[in-house]
């Protein structure tokens, strides 16, 4: 199992832009998705966006339209391109990696994942 570092987080106004990465310890080029999820203090942890193997991506409807994801498999990093930052964005970030399915078991009970530290993005108004 790879391990995972998220790192690009940081304070920005609103309006403003971020672009988080994920860097994986070992290869990537064969997991079958990569994802990004965030959690706001007393708020259930959510799949932000996600990327197959394939690249074919989906996003939270909350952030369609303003964010991208992508994974570079030669660098084994999973970045998220955040534009158009909004105050209900702050949260602290993590990647993961698995499948869609898992990414489902993990909002429902993060502690069946194993996650990083995470990073921690503020949008001031």
């Known amino acids: 199992q790879v391990q995972l570092v998220e790192s690009g987080g940081g304070l920005v106004q609103a309006g403003g832009s971020l672009r988080l990465s994920c860097a994986a310890s070992?290869?990537?080029?064969?997991?079958?998705?990569m994802g990004w999820f965030r959690q706001a203090p007393g708020k259930q942890r959510e799949l932000v966006a996600s990327?197959?193997?394939?690249?074919?991506?989906n996003y939270a409807d909350s952030v369609k339209g303003r964010f991208t994801i992508s994974r570079d498999n030669a660098k084994n990093t999973v970045y998220l391109q955040m534009n158009s930052l909004k105050p209900e964005d702050t949260a602290v970030y993590y990647c993961?990696?698995?499948?869609?399915?898992?990414?489902?078991?993990?909002?429902?009970?993060?502690?069946?994942?194993?996650w990083g530290q995470g990073t921690q993005v503020t949008v001031s108004t």
């Open positions: 993961n990696a698995g499948s869609l399915f898992q990414f489902k078991l993990y909002v429902q009970n993060p502690d069946v994942g194993s």
């Open positions: 070992g290869s990537i080029s064969s997991i079958n998705s």
């Open positions: 990327v197959t193997i394939g690249g074919s991506t």
